[in-house]
């Protein structure tokens, strides 16, 4: 199917969960996802060194650390990562949703 609404997708939030997929879906280099992230210390940073990643922040806020650059993002907000950066993130206040996408590079 090449189409969806957000709005439909029906997943669950666990709140004993730091972080939940609410709707997944993969292409052959692509993986798409609507997840949901509970306020509370970001898992340690880490990096890919085969995929890029974009996550667009739906609701409330998260803290993005990419590289050396740390920063607070809102609703229509994007965080970009590009393959080897070390990243991590965590929802600030309260339970943040956002869209991700990763891309799997060729090799």
Do not use: Y
């Amino acid at each position: 199917m090449p189409f969806f609404k957000i709005d439909d997708f029906s997943g669950k939030t666990s709140p004993d969960a730091l972080e939940s997929i609410l709707w997944k879906s993969e292409g052959e280099f692509t993986h798409a996802a609507v997840r949901t992230k509970q306020p509370g210390k970001p898992g340690n940073p880490h990096r890919h060194d085969d995929e890029e990643q974009w996550t667009i922040v739906l609701e409330g806020k998260m803290k993005f650390l990419i590289g050396d650059e740390e920063k607070v993002c809102g609703p229509g907000d994007v965080a970009f990562v590009p393959r080897f950066a070390d990243h991590c993130s965590c929802a600030v206040d309260e339970t943040a949703k956002f869209f991700r996408v990763t891309h799997k590079l060729k090799k």
